[in-house]
């Protein structure tokens, strides 16, 4: 969700501005990232940058025998009958499983017209581009992903001139970094995340 919306609007602005987008994938371009590298006009990659994973995944783990054998009992309380989907403290049930998939397909397939409204005709029409695969470099480059193999500075002096100012762009360092105190800082972002799952119930 984060990655349509980031996307989405870079896409407003630089219609909006007219100015050109260009993406450049220095380590991984994968499932989200990819989404957001699609918001570039053209994607720029290194030879052994990695893109593609276009698919959606639901990841968890399964602890009811462990909890089975050390004598502990799940206690949950729920108005609405999915409330508890896909708990990992009971035993996976098909109709979870067919939950899940039926709500994966519709993101599936906005990432899919996502990459095909972005990359249109430059995309290869005899791969299968769209099983959650992934791709290195050149091979991303031949397939359509991507519009070639370069680096930042360089290409960017090459289609503006020399004299191309570049304006690093990062996220702000907390008042807990600044001063080196960056476990208390990670053990904030943690319970930050966890607060943010929690609204879900998750």
Request: glycine share 8%; aromatic share 8%; hydrophobic share 45%.
């Amino acid at each position: 969700m984060q990655s349509s919306l980031i996307a989405a609007r870079i896409r407003r602005l630089a219609d909006e501005k007219n100015i050109p987008v260009h993406a450049f994938v220095e380590d991984v371009a994968a499932s989200g990232g990819y989404w957001l590298a699609c918001a570039a006009d053209d994607i720029w990659v290194d030879d052994s940058s990695i893109l593609g994973s276009i698919g959606v995944i639901f990841a968890s783990f399964g602890f009811p025998e462990l909890m089975a054998r050390q004598g502990v009992e799940r206690r949950v309380v729920t108005a609405g009958r999915s409330k508890s989907l896909a708990d990992p403290f009971l035993p996976q049930k098909p109709e979870d499983v067919e939950r899940l998939k039926a709500l994966q397909g519709p993101i599936h397939q906005a990432f899919i017209a996502h990459v095909k409204a972005s990359r249109g005709a430059r995309l290869s029409q005899t791969a299968d581009l769209f099983n959650a695969d992934i791709w290195v470099g050149q091979q991303a480059v031949d397939l359509g992903l991507a519009d070639g193999v370069a680096h930042l500075v360089p290409k960017l002096k090459a289609l503006y001139g020399d004299k191309v100012r570049l304006v690093p762009f990062g996220r702000k360092r907390s008042l807990f970094q600044r001063l080196g105190l960056t476990v208390v800082d990670q053990t904030l972002g943690a319970l930050e995340d966890r607060a943010l799952w929690a609204r879900y119930g998750l």
